[in-house]
């Protein structure tokens, strides 16, 4: 019996004081999008709008999409399967593993559950978590499940994995360029280079109907855009004041004496419908800074001039292009600091709904350095419509030297802007006919996709066939594409040794790379 000198969250221990894994939270992070794309100011000429309507109104460069051989649970097997390949891990280090997602193909059975087949040669059955679903805050609220099991005394000391996946689409019109697709994977334990801010989160929950899918024949939603801009900045507001409020009084319990602004946030990231929102809101948190201090400076540095304000209700300015004209630019050399590099995947990939704000958070892990980043308060806000919101904080590590967690992390995403240029281009005729087919064959069955294989990226599962109990069967494409797949699954097969962990030791991330692929039978699942 192998015996851990790790003390189990929940105990006590002798000098009485509760006990919790130290700086739960993100260990690694992978992310996948579509390999192809198309261009928005071409879609632009395309759909017959004005120049910059999409580019410059929306702030999108790019849109990422998936044929008919890709679905939800393609995406989750794949940014899964990255992830442990990329990190070196064996699949009974995992503990707990819940998928958030708002792309629903079945009223019953989970994505998690599909997920699963990658768990089969391992032997390892023993992984809590389900699928968690409201709009774009699934994700979110996967990621504080996860955090909260390992802080709990139901943690045995495995890792979470928390996955975050989407198809967003829409009907031919305005919302049609707002969508996106793609996966995040995060893996969540103690001793992470982005670690959780405990007791700091500001959360706002409300009844609207400002975006839902009530159709379930149709993946496409219904949509109130005014009310939905209404609905996300309302929440961030809310959000943004509990953040405040909270920190401000653990500051007060540790004899701290200051207040809290945007300025104690190294980085904001927020959820991204489209980039110019994400610019709005920098502003909006200007705003609120701005009203809720006792005495700001108008006469120098970024609140300058803004004196007509100073009066304003918060709940009357969401439309008002004064104050955000003027808050914009107030804020506009803090959005370059604080925000603009989280946009990366957003402008060349789009909306991702529930990855999109850690899809945001993996573009500023990948374009700053390890010592640039350690340190540093990451500010989050998630935002999912009908609709339920938060704003919280992670703490980067101030280990930032070689071979450190914080290095490792930074060194996985360091590809991320080679990755998206490496997608391919087709024109907004294909992609409208990619979502005509999609359209047409949704929830048909049986089905054989018709999408091209050859058009993914090495390592992608794809959609197979849909059988006629609606049974769907997958594939991956291998990884060196100079051998047939079944070799490269054969092979790599050969190779795994799955040694289990001990349950009550909390394993470390192997500095050697995983194999090429590991043989899954689909079989009738």
């Given amino acids: 019996m192998i015996v851990s000198s790790y003390r189990m969250p929940g105990s006590v221990p002798a000098n009485g004081e509760a006990s919790w894994p130290k700086d739960v939270g993100i260990i690694a992070l ?3 999008f579509p390999s192809q794309y198309v261009d928005q100011a071409e879609l632009e000429q395309f759909d017959g709008v ?15 999409f998936c044929s008919d ?3 939800i649970n393609s995406l989750c097997l794949t940014v899964v399967q990255h992830l442990m390949e990329r990190n070196g891990l064996s699949y009974d280090q995992v503990g707990r593993l819940e998928v958030g997602t708002e792309t629903i193909i079945d009223k019953s059975k989970s994505v998690k559950t599909v997920v699963m087949q990658l768990f089969e040669e391992s032997g390892n059955t023993d992984v809590e978590g389900i699928d968690t679903t409201n709009a774009c805050y699934g994700g979110t609220a996967a990621l504080f499940n996860a955090v909260n099991w390992v802080e709990s005394s139901s943690w045995d000391g495995r890792y979470a994995l928390v996955v975050a996946g989407d198809i967003a689409v829409y009907a031919t019109g305005s919302a049609r360029p707002t969508g996106g697709a793609g996966a995040i994977a995060m893996l969540v334990g103690p001793n992470a280079p982005l670690a959780f801010d405990r007791g700091l989160r500001g959360t706002h929950m409300q009844h609207a109907y400002d975006f839902y899918k009530p159709d379930m024949g ?7 855009g005014k ?20 920190i401000q009084a653990q500051w007060q319990r540790e004899g701290v004496d200051k207040r809290f602004s945007l300025e104690n946030f190294g980085y904001m990231v927020f959820h991204s419908p489209y980039c110019k929102l994400v610019q709005k809101s920098l502003a909006r948190l200007a705003l609120n800074d701005f009203l809720s201090h006792p005495s700001p400076n108008m006469e120098t540095g970024p609140f300058s001039g803004l004196e007509a304000f100073r009066d304003v209700k918060p709940e009357e300015t969401y439309f008002d292009r004064d104050v ?36 945001c958070l993996a573009s500023v892990i990948a374009q700053h350095t390890p010592q640039h980043l350690a340190g540093q308060r990451i500010g989050l806000f998630s935002y999912g419509s009908g609709f339920a919101a938060t704003l919280y904080s992670l703490r980067v590590s101030h280990d930032a030297t070689p071979g450190s967690s914080l290095d490792k992390l930074c060194s996985s995403l360091c590809d991320l802007n080679a990755r998206l240029d490496s997608r391919k281009k087709v024109s907004p005729a294909v992609f409208a006919d990619n979502m005509k087919l999609r359209e047409h064959t949704h929830h048909r069955a049986p089905y054989v996709p018709q999408g091209s294989v050859e058009d993914l990226f090495p390592g992608t599962w794809y959609l197979t066939r849909v059988d006629e109990k609606h049974r769907r069967e997958y594939s991956r494409r291998s990884l060196n594409e100079e051998r047939p797949l079944e070799v490269a699954m054969l092979d790599s097969a050969a190779s795994e040794q799955h040694i289990p962990s001990p349950v009550k030791k909390m394993p470390r991330i192997p500095a050697t790379a995983g194999p090429e692929a590991v043989a899954i039978s689909n079989g009738d699942h």
């Fill in 227 to 246: 009310l939905s801009i209404q609905c996300y900045l309302s929440a961030l507001d809310r959000c943004y004041s509990v953040y405040r409020n909270k």
């Fill in 69 to 71: 051989c890709e679905d």
């Fill in 218 to 224: 149709s993946e496409y939603p219904v949509v109130d």
């Fill in 30 to 32: 992978e992310i996948y």
């Fill in 50 to 64: 004005s120049a910059g309507k999409y580019t410059v109104g929306l702030g999108q460069a790019r849109m990422g």
């Fill in 324 to 359: 955000e004209k003027a808050f914009m630019k107030a804020s506009s050399e803090m959005f370059d600091q604080k925000t603009k590099a989280s946009l990366l995947v957003s402008n060349q990939n789009g909306n991702m709904y529930t990855p999109s704000v850690y899809g």
